[in-house]
């Protein structure tokens, strides 16, 4: 990969993080956890080892107010994390 299509690359997954985060209504909550931009940049990292982008952009595009991430996000771990920090909505199971 040159290095222009790294950069179109996270450029695409940090839009994906940025949605999925908005979505879940985590967003304002990860701008308060103590290292914010290395949270976000590992947050990042994992959206981008994940290779399934073509798929979450659709779900993102269909689900309008959903409850969790899909099963194969690779920050389900982290928005739970959110979600109970700020009080908001997470199933477990």
């Not at 985060?21 to 304002?28: A, C, P």
């Not at 931009?37 to 399934?52: F, K, L, M, N, P």
């Amino acid at each position: 990969m040159s290095f222009f299509g790294y950069l179109i690359s996270v450029d695409v997954r940090t839009e994906l993080t940025g949605r999925m985060m908005q979505k879940l209504g985590v967003d304002r909550q990860l701008k308060t956890v103590p290292d914010q931009a290395a949270v976000t940049s590992r947050a990042v990292d994992r959206c981008r080892s994940c290779g399934r982008q073509d798929e979450c952009a659709v779900w993102l595009d269909e689900n309008e107010q959903p409850d969790d991430p899909p099963d194969y996000c690779r920050n389900r771990d982290l928005i739970a994390r959110l979600q109970r920090a700020g009080g908001l909505r997470w199933r477990e199971g």
